[in-house]
């Protein structure tokens, strides 16, 4: 295969809000060995800039760059909400009828994403994600609400996302952090699957390229929401398999096929969900140098577990213990196992993934309710058991007609 990825790292924060912390590019002539997921540059072909590069059809408001400046406070520090090799995401208001700025705690709460004018994202993502997000509405795609393209400012207005990302509530440490229950992790998966499982379906359909944690957001409910769409390609058309283009993602996400030859499929996002879903079911990140050696990428490491219900137990994240049934627990490590499949055609649809997941909620639910049932009758053995020490006679079992 001898595809090489390039090794230039620049190191960032890791956002709350945005979903953007780690990408590359193919080129040649060095290998990962030395990545850490972390942002490599980029280098976008120059692109006209303007405003008649947005699809008429998108419903977006465009604001102009003072109103944006007013309603984030000028672009304050303590208004940042995540960094990234892009620029920042800033938090702010506005009125929800005008969408003209308002005062702090007013209105409308948005996030600003404010690149930076040499921004390894670039006008093109830029422009992608506008075009995109401003073409679809779904539950499970964040709301873009808005765009600001003026003299060399690039903005981007979203809705603001309470909860945050996914990768925050998987991989954050601390006494006071409660971890994200096994009810709420299932709830996640589904509702990222069903994101992916539109653009897969949509009728211009769109391969997501860049399925990852950090672009999986949370609002108050914890419903998930798909965002940053700056990689985004629409899918083959005709008769065509594939689209061939240079391999962008996020290292240890990207399927291996798409690294080997930039053929990108829809099965490429099947296969980064698998990625995503190891990662919710383990509490492990994708990439973690900080493992013992043979630990490091989630993928290998885990393979040889999941379908194993006996040595599943090593995968699956111990603070969640509990909280699971083995058999929901076998039943959705085995759904990853199929989407990180070496061979594509092997793996699941998104379609099938939602389905799958649809019915683990259902089982679940039935394992709550059967649950609650068996611990009410305990609840009444006890009752009983304390009745029969009271009395006597009813201490002595009834003779029964068929044997027990």
Not at 57 to 82: E, Y
Not at 135 to 141: K, Q
Not at 350 to 376: A, H, P, W, Y
Request: aromatic share 8%; net charge positive.
């Amino acid at each position: 295969m001898g595809i090489c990825l390039s090794a230039r790292i620049k190191a960032e924060g890791s956002p709350a809000h945005t979903g953007e912390n780690s990408k590359y590019e193919r080129t040649d002539g060095s290998d990962l060995s030395n990545s850490s997921g972390k942002v490599l540059s980029v280098s976008v072909p120059p692109t006209p800039r303007s405003e008649g590069e947005i699809l008429q059809a998108t419903n977006l408001k465009s604001f102009n760059f003072a109103d944006l400046k007013m309603a984030t406070r000028n672009f304050r520090p303590d208004s940042v909400l995540g960094e990234g090799g892009f620029g920042s995401v800033f938090k702010g208001w506005i009125d929800e009828n005008s969408f003209a700025a308002a005062k702090a705690g007013t209105g409308m709460v948005i996030a600003v994403k404010k690149l930076h004018q040499e921004s390894f994202q670039g006008h093109r993502e830029w422009l992608a994600e506008v075009n995109y997000l401003g073409l679809f509405s779904h539950p499970h795609l964040v709301k873009l609400i808005g765009y600001c393209l003026e003299d060399e400012h690039r903005l981007l207005v979203y809705e603001f996302m309470p909860r945050g990302s996914l990768e925050n509530h998987l991989f954050r440490r601390g006494s006071y952090f409660q971890p994200l229950s096994w009810s709420l992790r299932l709830k996640v998966a589904l509702g990222a699957a069903k994101g992916l499982a539109f653009l897969h379906n949509a009728e211009t359909k769109v391969i997501y390229r860049d399925f990852k944690t950090s672009n999986i957001l949370l609002d108050s409910n914890y419903n998930a929401k798909l965002s940053d769409f700056g990689l985004a390609k629409d899918g083959p058309t005709g008769d065509k398999s594939h689209v061939s283009t240079r391999v962008m993602g996020t290292y240890g996400y990207a399927a291996p096929e798409y690294l080997a030859t930039g053929h990108l499929t829809a099965r490429s996002d099947v296969y980064s969900y698998g990625v995503v879903l190891l990662e919710m079911i383990s509490g492990r990140r994708a990439i973690d140098k900080n493992k013992p050696s043979g630990e490091h990428k989630l993928v290998e490491w885990a393979k040889p577990y999941l379908a194993n219900k006996r040595k599943l137990f090593r995968v699956l994240d111990n603070r969640l213990e509990g909280q699971y049934s083995m058999d929901v627990a076998h039943r959705v490590a085995t759904l990853a196992l199929r989407c990180i499949s070496g061979e594509p055609k092997l793996r699941p649809t998104m379609e099938e993934i939602v389905k799958e997941l649809e019915q683990l909620q259902d089982s679940k639910n039935v394992d709550n309710t059967s649950s609650k049932t068996r611990n009410r009758q305990r609840q009444r053995r006890r009752s009983a058991g304390d009745v029969s020490s009271k009395n006597p006679i009813a201490a002595y079992p009834r003779p029964s007609v068929s044997p027990l």
